[in-house]
């Protein structure tokens, strides 16, 4: 990984420069967290705080708690604009989605469908996510040098992987981090899949037996690791270089972060989507 001590926000875009639609994260912290639409922006209200107003067209995606209220004309509103809303549980799972209008049906989608209508698709499609997982713990364990053989064990390569970043900031904050990069990575595939034409029955793909997105947010989750262990490293060598004491993390650092590693993360998401219909064109 790079050494190199940096200053902690090295190579952020300047806040003046204008920027496309990105996700709106939803701090659950606040008490209270309502979404009003007023006009064509969104207004975060909640509770000791002033409101907040997003114009929908400057918003990608939502990310928020499960606790986060939303108005009905809230909901809508981002619907018609394909802004997808999910909603996690307390650990960075999601476990709801609001999608809006999908993309055109692809190619992609076709052969997912015609994939499900195959008795054998269950076995087969297992065997592809652990080639996948392990492919891409390969290059994880290339990315970051670590030990080569967790690049055959993608579970120990997570272990290892929150246990250094524990060692550069402490275990909150490695958890925090790693929870936000979760979410984004989460937030990020719903959005590709439903360009890719997945939202139009989304139920159809998240069953008990099937659910498309969570298992490739979970692969796109591993991929995109280095981009934030990296930049735990250049904080902690960053703290230990100035003899500073570490300063807590700012809610909002992870996706400055994420943002800042595009487009190599949109690259990574498309990669994956990519495999999956190469592995399915010889079936189909």
């Excluded at 209200?45 to 499960?66: C, H, K, N, T």
């Amino acid at each position: 990984m790079d050494a190199n001590p940096p200053r902690e926000l090295r190579g952020l875009p300047p806040a003046c420069e204008a920027q496309p639609p990105r996700p709106l994260i939803l701090d659950p912290k606040t008490p209270g967290l309502r979404v009003e639409l007023d006009g064509p922006a969104l207004r975060v209200v909640g509770e000791g705080q002033a409101d907040r107003y997003f114009p929908l067209r400057r918003v990608s995606r939502i990310v928020a708690d499960a606790s986060v209220e939303f108005s009905t004309e809230a909901i809508l509103a981002c619907a018609v604009r394909g802004i997808t809303i999910v909603l996690h549980d307390p650990s960075g799972q999601a476990i709801a989605r609001v999608v809006g209008h999908a993309g055109q049906r692809s190619e992609l989608r076709q052969r997912v469908i015609d994939l499900l209508a195959q008795p054998e698709w269950r076995p087969r499609y297992q065997v592809w996510l652990e080639r996948t997982e392990q492919r891409i713990a390969a290059m994880v364990v290339k990315h970051l040098g670590a030990p080569r053989e967790l690049a055959l064990d993608p579970q120990r390569l997570r272990q290892w992987i929150g246990q250094t970043g524990t060692f550069f900031v402490g275990d909150s904050t490695e958890e925090a981090t790693r929870s936000r990069f979760r979410e984004l990575a989460t937030a990020w595939m719903a959005d590709h899949l439903q360009n890719l034409g997945f939202g139009a029955d989304s139920e159809g793909w998240q069953s008990g037996e099937f659910d498309l997105g969570a298992d490739l947010s979970r692969l796109f989750a591993l991929r995109v690791e280095p981009y934030r262990l990296e930049w735990l490293q250049r904080r902690h060598i960053w703290t230990v270089a100035t003899r500073r004491e570490a300063r807590p993390v700012r809610p909002e650092m992870p996706a400055l972060i994420w943002q800042q590693a595009e487009p190599a993360v949109s690259r990574a998401g498309r990669a994956l989507t990519h495999a999956l219909h190469r592995w399915l064109v010889p079936l189909g």
